[in-house]
């Protein structure tokens, strides 16, 4: 008597044990959610000798609808910036936060919005990768941080020209 005693309370210890590891698996399948952001085609413009400051883009798609609320790196002083013209004369303005309204791409990239990367610590090389950490607000108003290791990419000959050096203006 004893022996089937301990042998079905062995089998309820199983049966209990496969039901709890069941029911965790299951609760974090109904808690998982879409990212609150999706980054795409990253990168970062390497630097020259002697440069301080550098660009970096990437394509943002919010599913539900979240706001860009700010961006760091442990690499630079990094900001969210937008290039636009102002009479005859591109401007670079800070921005306070990007809206990325849900299910819309949002591209960040030469010449038009994009994370400025200020007081750089040591020059961006190609094939080298920056660590960005993008602050984010979802639709609900959740805060929430998304680590991203962007690419570095040679300076292509056409990068001046697109609006990171050669006349942009500062206008604070």
């Given at each position: 008597?004893?022996?089937?005693?301990?042998?079905?309370?062995?089998?309820?210890?199983?049966?209990?044990?496969?039901?709890?590891?069941?029911?965790?698996?299951?609760?974090?399948?109904?808690?998982?959610?879409?990212?609150?952001?999706?980054?795409?085609?990253?990168?970062?413009?390497?630097?020259?000798?002697?440069?301080?400051?550098?660009?970096?883009?990437?394509?943002?798609?919010?599913?539900?609808?979240?706001?860009?609320?700010?961006?760091?790196?442990?690499?630079?002083?990094?900001?969210?910036?937008?290039?636009?013209?102002?009479?005859?004369?591109?401007?670079?303005?800070?921005?306070?936060?990007?809206?990325?309204?849900?299910?819309?791409?949002?591209?960040?990239?030469?010449?038009?919005?994009?994370?400025?990367?200020?007081?750089?610590?040591?020059?961006?090389?190609?094939?080298?990768?920056?660590?960005?950490?993008?602050?984010?607000?979802?639709?609900?108003?959740?805060?929430?941080?998304?680590?991203?290791?962007?690419?570095?990419?040679?300076l292509?000959?056409?990068?001046?020209?697109q609006?990171?050096?050669?006349?942009?203006m500062?206008?604070?």
């Amino acid at each position: 008597m004893i022996r089937s005693e301990v042998t079905m309370f062995g089998k309820l210890s199983r049966r209990a044990a496969l039901w709890a590891l069941a029911s965790t698996l299951a609760a974090g399948a109904v808690q998982a959610q879409p990212p609150v952001v999706q980054v795409q085609d990253a990168w970062a413009r390497a630097t020259v000798p002697g440069q301080g400051a550098s660009g970096a883009f990437m394509t943002l798609t919010a599913p539900q609808g979240a706001t860009l609320v700010g961006v760091s790196s442990p690499a630079a002083t990094a900001e969210l910036h937008e290039m636009a013209m102002d009479g005859n004369v591109m401007r670079m303005r800070p921005l306070a936060t990007l809206a990325l309204p849900p299910g819309q791409a949002v591209t960040l990239k030469p010449g038009g919005v994009h994370v400025m990367l200020l007081d750089l610590k040591a020059p961006l090389t190609a094939g080298a990768t920056l660590p960005l950490t993008l602050q984010l607000r979802d639709a609900q108003g959740a805060s929430s941080q998304l680590e991203v290791q962007v690419p570095v990419r040679a300076l292509g000959g056409s990068a001046m020209g697109q609006g990171m050096g050669h006349g942009a203006m500062h206008g604070r």
